[in-house]
């Protein structure tokens, strides 16, 4: 499923992917942050797949793992289950009416919340060694 066609914006995960644009399974969940603002959450995860060209800037420096933020913005319906310290989950994503439907499905944490807009705030890179993200 091709996620990144309910962001505001793809520019940014198009410019680093190119055409193997990069699935929203096998993630990594850091961070969940909730704002009255908005209202919105906040999502910080790693994604399970690296880029085949990644930036020169990223070769040098030895990373090999992809960093976004996503910020939905006004969020409704939010439910949240479970919360653990190993949050390896699959993100699913339709829309029905303009309205984005998002669940985030874990062994460890359940999450699900309705959104107007997807936002991709912030790409990084960084290198994983594989003590702390869960991923092999």
């Keep these: 499923m091709n996620w990144t066609k309910f962001l505001i914006d793809s520019s940014k995960i198009s410019a680093i992917y190119s055409d193997k644009l990069p ?9 969940v942050v909730l704002s009255r603002d908005g209202p919105k959450l906040i999502l ?4 399970f797949e690296f880029p085949e060209s990644p930036p020169q800037k990223w070769v040098k420096l030895g990373f090999n793992r ?3 933020q996503l910020t939905a913005l006004n969020i409704q319906n939010l439910k949240i289950e479970g919360l653990g310290t190993e949050c ?9 009416n303009k ?10 944490i359940k999450i699900e919340f309705t959104s107007e807009f997807l936002i991709l705030n912030k790409i990084s890179a960084y290198l994983d060694n594989g003590k702390n993200t869960g991923h092999p």
Excluded at 23 to 29: D, I, K, R
Aim: charged share 25%; aromatic share 2%; net charge negative.
């Design 88 to 96: 390896m989950c699959n993100i699913s994503i339709h829309s029905e």
């Design 23 to 31: 699935l929203l399974e096998s993630t990594v969940l850091h961070d």
């Design 44 to 47: 910080r995860l790693d994604l």
């Design 66 to 68: 992809v960093q976004i």
């Design 99 to 108: 309205v984005l439907f998002i669940k985030i499905l874990g062994e460890e």
